[in-house]
């Protein structure tokens, strides 16, 4: 097993060099160029070369480059070109936002999706498997932007009332907080419950035709033993497959999201700093981005390797 774990770690080291390569590309493609934004904007006594020489802009790319690689493999991410205050500390404010829409997006998205697509597997073309078949379907197809859109505008006209948008801390008041969380995380946490539902259910099927199962009826064990005892673990392995690949679908969510209900996150920060062209603060935001989807990835082989034993031994 620590083998396994060591071979995946040092997968990481390339992808996140590659990712580099691409996060610092593409920002330098955006049309703009923020030395302009800052003179017409603020009206700075710099002109433009002067004002590029002392952001470090009028470096050759590879040099830029090198010298963000090797500050960030320091630590240092550092300043933004507008405010001059540390990346650190504006993504250690940022993050936990962020993390917190996204775990309580996953843990509701389960929430929903284990309980309903195992019955619905139990029983398999009745009303309750086709009440929930269109749920996952109403899942998929409505968009949760304008889901979140509509809870904020109608409310608001027909009741008077609107989703709190005033951010408070959890350390501050944990029920506020969490209240303020409710209702993005549930139309994330729907949003994505309808795939991984779907895949629960076929799974499940699959599992419960298999000959192990049969003679587990067979012996007259009960239904809760044999569901979650011999067939969720073996159903599970491609179900974790999609809430893997699910993150990087919460974490664009979330920029929607924390934008319509004023979250102060990642998301809503991207947004920000790509309007002003902040080239450090937008890599940063993307590097983390992008590590939160590796490690994540990392964690889902780990997982594969715990419930399927198998799938480390192929490695050796």
Known sequence: MSRYIVRRLLLVIPTLFIVSLIVFSLIRMIPGDVAVLMVENYRYADDIPMLRQKLGLDKPL????????????????????????????????????????????????????????????????????????????????????????????????????????????????????????????????????????????????????????????SKGLQEMVIVYRHALKNAMIPVITIIGLQIPFIMGGSVIMESIFALPGMGRFMIEVISQRDYPMLQAVNIVFAALVVFTNLLVDITYAYLDPRIRLRQR
């Open 62 to 217: 590879h040099e830029q480059y090198l010298s963000w690689v090797g500050n960030m493999l320091r630590g240092d991410f550092g300043e933004s070109l507008w405010t001059r205050r540390s990346i650190v500390e504006e993504l250690w404010n940022r993050i936990p936002v962020s993390l917190e829409l996204g775990i309580l997006t996953i843990i509701i998205s389960l929430l929903i999706a284990l309980p309903i697509g195992i019955y619905s597997a139990l029983r398999q073309d009745t009303k309750t498997d086709y009440v929930a078949r269109s749920f996952a379907i109403a899942g998929l197809s409505i968009p949760g932007f304008w889901l979140a859109t509509m809870i904020v505008v109608f409310p608001a006209i027909w009741f008077r009332w609107s989703p709190p948008l005033q951010y408070v801390p959890f350390s501050k008041d944990p029920l506020a907080n969490l209240w303020q969380f409710a209702i993005p995380s549930l139309i994330l946490g729907v949003e994505r419950s309808a795939s991984v539902m779907r895949m629960i259910r076929a799974m499940m099927l699959e599992v419960l035709r298999q000959d192990y199962i049969r003679t587990a009826w």
